[in-house]
């Protein structure tokens, strides 16, 4: 058996990519309908404690475009809305979302009245869990053009998330452009989501802009904002641009596990394995190896690292023995081969027949064929020849030739 032949050819492909562990920017709020049913309590109460007066609501978008229309109801739909709020207040959604699409439905209502049960409605069926029902009560809100600024292009926001969220992506950007666009706004909570559904289209590089804009323009950029750039760095073959961002939420966070993997995975996309196989030692020494893919991602790092197939050995030992690391095909065969090329020939035997019969194919047989036949075991490379043949291989000959040695 020919030891010499390509590390990224040897006899098995025992490596695994390491990917990244963050998570892509949350798309809403992510509360569940009775936290947000909580949440408005809370405000209710506080409104109460200072007397049940309000300041007049500060303009969020003095930039914008557009001219805000007189927001004023009727008497006729002035009553209707209050009973619909009543129902809201009491946290009688059905009735509440009953009363908004009666509303909705009354074209002799004026427009603000209908923007606004509309705005009640998105807010009602969001809080059911209803995405789809509430961007369709804000696509009304928005079509009417009853609301005032903050009410017009909040909805306009909100839609442009609930639309993320729902794998609109294309329908997301272009609610955020329109939104931008109107709004003049360069806030960077409204940028991060216009670049994270560019991200979600695979516009890595246009999205990577958007999201160091957001980023550079707030005091207090959020992980999770640093991350997408990073991601967005890596899918468009900007390794060092990422490694950056990977290092210092690394340096910032030294006890995050989850920072100093996403080191790693950097490190091991841009080919650096001696920096990632540092990054995750030092994390096992740690024993922050908690999970399978862990160790699988050490082993398969050293397994493509010259001179380091027993600290691989090593490492799958140590994640078999602890019940962490699985004990299925890929990690007995890269077993087998960290030992074959470590010169523990013996040791490889053993994992290999462990491997074998877990393997989809005959082609592992063959290979503990072939390393029982460099071991003078003939019977036994026979017999694992035998094993090839019926399982399955792509070159049947080599087989044969190990099935007509001759007995020692």
């Known amino acids: 058996m020919?030891?010499?032949?390509s590390r990224r050819n040897t006899l098995l492909a025992a490596a695994i990519g390491a990917v990244l562990v963050f998570g892509a920017v949350s798309q809403v709020n992510a509360q569940t309908a009775s936290e947000r049913s909580a949440q408005r309590r809370a405000a209710k109460d506080n409104e109460r404690k200072s007397g049940g007066s309000q300041a007049k609501a500060e303009n969020s978008y003095p930039n914008a475009t557009r001219t805000a229309p007189e927001?004023?109801?009727?008497s006729k739909g002035g009553a209707k809305l209050q009973k619909m709020m009543d129902f809201y207040d009491k946290e009688k959604s059905t009735e509440a979302r009953a009363a908004a699409d009666e509303i909705l439905a009354n074209t002799a209502l004026n427009a603000y009245e209908r923007s606004f049960a509309a705005q009640i409605g998105a807010q009602l069926a969001y809080d059911a869990d209803?995405?789809?029902?509430a961007i369709a009560y804000l696509k009304q809100a928005i079509e009417l053009n009853g609301l005032d600024n903050n009410g017009h292009f909040n909805s306009m926001f909100m839609m442009a998330q609930l639309q993320l969220q729902e794998d609109q992506y294309a329908d997301s950007l272009a609610t955020m452009d329109r939104f931008?666009?109107?709004?003049?706004?360069?806030?960077?909570?409204h940028l991060i989501v216009k670049g994270n559904a560019l991200y979600?289209?695979?516009?890595?590089?246009?999205?990577?802009?958007?999201?160091k804009q957001a980023i550079d323009g707030s005091p207090e950029p959020k992980g999770e904002w640093q991350q997408l750039l990073m991601a967005s760095y890596m899918e468009n073959n900007q390794g060092a641009e990422a490694a950056k961002i990977a290092e210092a939420l690394a340096a910032k966070n030294p006890g995050d596990k989850r920072a100093q993997m996403n080191v790693a995975a950097v490190y091991s996309q841009a080919d650096q394995l001696d920096k990632a196989a540092a990054v995750l030692e030092k994390l096992r020494a740690a024993g922050q190896f908690t999970e399978?893919?862990?160790?699988?991602?050490?082993?398969a790092t050293y397994?493509?690292?010259?001179g380091k197939e027993k600290e691989a050995a090593?490492?799958?030992?140590?994640?078999?023995e602890k019940g962490i690391l699985k004990p299925d095909y890929q990690a007995y065969v890269a077993l087998a081969q960290s030992y074959y090329f470590s010169e523990q020939s013996a040791k490889s035997i053993d994992a290999y027949k462990k491997a074998a019969p877990l393997a989809p194919d005959g082609e592992t047989y063959l290979n503990l064929a072939r390393v029982l036949w460099q071991e003078d075991r003939i019977p036994e490379a026979k017999e694992a020849a035998k094993q090839a043949i019926a399982k399955g291989v792509k070159k049947p000959d080599d087989a044969n030739k190990i099935l007509a040695l001759k007995s020692k």
């Open 71 to 74: 927001a004023k109801a009727s």
């Open 314 to 320: 090593t490492v799958i030992n140590e994640g078999l």
């Open 130 to 133: 209803d995405s789809k029902g």
């Open 2 to 5: 020919n030891k010499q032949t």
């Open 292 to 299: 399978d893919k862990d160790y699988r991602q050490l082993y």
């Open 303 to 306: 397994l493509n690292l010259d």
């Open 200 to 211: 979600r289209m695979d516009r890595f590089a246009d999205a990577a802009k958007v999201i």
């Open 180 to 189: 931008l666009a109107e709004t003049k706004s360069t806030k960077p909570e």
